[in-house]
């Protein structure tokens, strides 16, 4: 990530696959829902509904994108995406514009046959050099098996080298100096567990959850075996003052992720960048056996897996119809995302293609202040450390589309370092279930002066040259105010001279806004704010000296949950209960570690180890078992 244009290519959208024959053909000119709609009144009493065919229990409508359940073909129909965007004019987003997407296809990808003569072979092939990736190639390669891990960038690191902390709730051989553990220190995982399926409401798997908890400290131990110091400067750094609830490590994952890669080669891994994977290859016995890449994103070549692929190339934040079809609450409450590498979802497609089931549905994970770059005809994906994003997620004044103030929550780390981190999620929740799913924020000219005020913490801290670790930020953003300046270059921060004009601009109803401010105003004045969850009196500053400035924000998606089934092996399950032969997958491209329906939330809680923390588990994991488990003599 080097500069601010450095946005993902724009992919090749697959559309052309057959019309199923019982399908009625969709007019190219209707969304789907009008098309439904117009479908019903063509038959009369008949409904929409039953127009279609019969289905098993979990299956969506057959012959639309993403219909897994029912056979895991290719025989889908997907709507042009700028057809079916039901933008708001005035700002709200009910479904996401395509043409600000990476990708845009939710269609199972089809394996390919065995062919004549393989262009290269190893053990086992790994997808994705990333967090996950890394550790999955590495440890298989340190377990004795010969690996070829590709990568579809030309580096290694993927998103997890952009990550900036790694939680962990006890099991860390580290954290036995502190002697802490969740919920209760000596560490028991069987305990966490417990604590942590009544966290989920249940709705997850406790065996899979018991892996994490019980495998989560092994596996960063592992990494530090491998040459990975979990420590910030000299010391490791904890984030846990007094009273808190949570223990996190400030890790440094771009050297993390440098130091995995150095591992793996010289365990033999032979890693190979500029080499998207395009699909997977099954045998007549339904085993997977080989993988077909993209070489220099040029050439077509298979290279045969004798033991198994090992899907570990993230989630898929950048795929819009795979987050409207999987995870509709991001779709609509996320103003953007910040993972660029990836995250398009081919390998969670692949699994589809091969029978794959779902797990996880309408997981995913969000931090606060996305900003909507989209609505001005922006991309979606944005560098997290942008500028403008920590602008947004301040205490202003901030209110829905009604004009009622939200609650902020508070990332300063006083008394408990816990709250500070669950703030990010949390706020994003609340961001995101507002009217129209849109919150807005309002300061005035005298911003910057309040800012210090503020002292926010962790991903709200405004950067400035001088920051640690600022070199992992690209350049252009290493001083807050570019980003912010790029905001208000795009009319996404809105300047305007008069309250009126803002509030127009911004999509509110005449009045709105006015008299929010209004109210806001008179608070100020008294010094006590009269809302549910008021700001502490320092925070309160008038708007009144133009010009003013607002800004659409919601959810900031950082992570997709729902993915391919696995179970405790980390083998990828098919729809038939049944696991398919020779493919493993990590979390991100694996789902259901954290239950389904745990959309947002905090990054801890929201798979037990944060994200980072997830993907070096999971990859960890899929190494050793798929050597374990796929051993040919
Ligand atoms: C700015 C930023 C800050 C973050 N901060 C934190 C944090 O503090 N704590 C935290 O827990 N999480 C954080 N995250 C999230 C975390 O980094 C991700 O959840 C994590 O990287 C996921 O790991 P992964 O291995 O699944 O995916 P990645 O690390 O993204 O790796 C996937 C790799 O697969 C490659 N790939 C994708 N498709 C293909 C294909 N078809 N063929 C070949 N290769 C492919 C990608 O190019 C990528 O290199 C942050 C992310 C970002 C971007």
């Keep these: 990530m080097s500069s601010k244009s450095n946005q993902q290519p724009k992919q090749p959208q697959q559309l052309q696959h057959p019309q199923h024959p019982q399908q009625p053909q969709q007019p190219q000119h209707l969304s789907r829902r009008g098309f439904l709609a117009q479908a019903a009144a063509v038959a009369g009493a008949a409904t929409a509904a039953a127009l279609l065919p019969q289905q098993p229990a979990l299956a969506v409508e057959e012959g639309f994108a993403g219909d897994w359940a029912a056979d895991g073909s290719g025989t889908v129909e997907l709507p042009d995406s700028r057809q079916t965007n039901a933008t708001g004019n005035d700002g709200t987003y009910r479904e996401l514009n395509g043409e600000v997407f990476p990708a845009d296809d939710a269609t199972p990808i089809l394996p390919r046959p065995v062919p004549e003569k393989w262009d290269a072979t190893c053990d ?43 939680g962990i709730l006890g099991g860390l051989s580290m954290q036995e100096s502190k002697r802490f553990a969740m919920p209760s220190y000596p560490f028991d995982p069987k305990a966490l567990t417990a604590w942590a399926m009544d966290e989920y409401h249940y709705a997850a798997d406790p065996n899979l959850i018991y892996l994490i908890a019980e495998q989560g400290g092994p596996s960063l131990d592992w990494m530090a075996s491998c040459g990975v110091e979990w420590r910030l400067g000299e010391v490791p750094v904890y984030v846990a003052p007094k009273n808190s609830t949570l223990d996190h490590h400030v890790l440094k994952m771009k050297d993390a992720t440098d130091a995995m890669h150095d591992y793996g080669v010289s365990k033999g891994v032979d890693f190979r960048f500029r080499c998207p994977a395009e699909a997977l290859v099954q045998d007549g016995s339904g085993r997977i056996v080989g993988l077909v890449v993209r070489e220099d994103y040029q050439n077509e070549i298979y290279i045969q897996a004798r033991q198994a692929v090992i899907l570990t190339a993230g989630g898929f934040c950048n795929n819009k119809a795979l987050l409207q079809r999987y995870i509709p609450t991001a779709a609509m409450g996320c103003a953007s995302s910040y993972l660029l590498g990836g995250e398009m979802g081919e390998c969670f497609r692949m699994g589809l293609g091969v029978g794959a089931d779902v797990s ?19 991309t979606w994906a944005h560098f997290l450390y942008d500028g403008m994003t920590q602008l947004s997620r301040q205490p202003w004044l901030t209110i829905d589309r009604c004009g009622n103030r939200l609650r902020f929550m508070d990332s300063r780390v006083a008394e408990d370092g816990a709250n500070a981190i669950y703030a990010l999620g949390d706020l994003a929740t609340i961001q995101m279930a507002t009217p129209g799913h849109r919150s807005y924020i309002i300061f005035d000219a005298d911003y910057e002066q309040h800012l210090a005020g503020f002292a926010q913490e962790h991903c709200r801290k405004l950067l400035t040259p001088d920051l640690e670790q600022i070199d992992k930020v690209p350049e252009h953003y290493r001083d807050w105010h570019h980003g912010v300046q790029d905001a208000l270059d795009a009319d996404v921060l809105k300047r305007r001279d008069t309250l009126e004009e803002l509030e127009r601009d911004l999509g509110f109803e005449p009045g709105i806004l006015v008299a929010a401010v209004e109210h806001w105003n008179e608070n100020c004045a008294k010094g006590e704010d009269d809302f549910y969850y008021p700001l502490p009196p320092e925070w309160l500053h008038a708007i009144q000296k133009p010009p003013f400035y607002g800004c659409r924000i919601g959810g900031n998606l950082y992570g997709t949950k729902a993915g ?21 997958a990590g979390w991100h491209t694996a789902g259901g570690a954290c239950g389904e329906n745990s959309y947002i939330g905090d990054p801890i809680l929201g798979s037990l180890m944060g994200d980072v923390g997830l993907a070096f588990c999971g990859g960890y994991l899929c190494g050793g078992f798929a050597v374990q488990n796929e051993k040919v003599d």
């Design 564 to 584: 391919l089934l696995i179970n405790t092996q980390m083998q990828v399950v098919g729809t038939n209960g049944k696991v398919i032969p020779g493919l493993y």
């Design 124 to 166: 086992i092939i790994v997808v994705g050099a990333g967090g996950g990736g890394l550790n999955a190639a590495a440890r298989a390669a340190e377990l004795g098996a010969e690996v070829i891990c590709v990568e579809a960038m030309a580096m290694h690191g993927g998103n997890a080298q952009s990550a900036g902390m790694c």
């Design 360 to 378: 996880g549905f309408n997981s995913s994970a969000s931090f606060d202040g996305g900003v909507d770059w989209e609505a001005e005809g922006g």
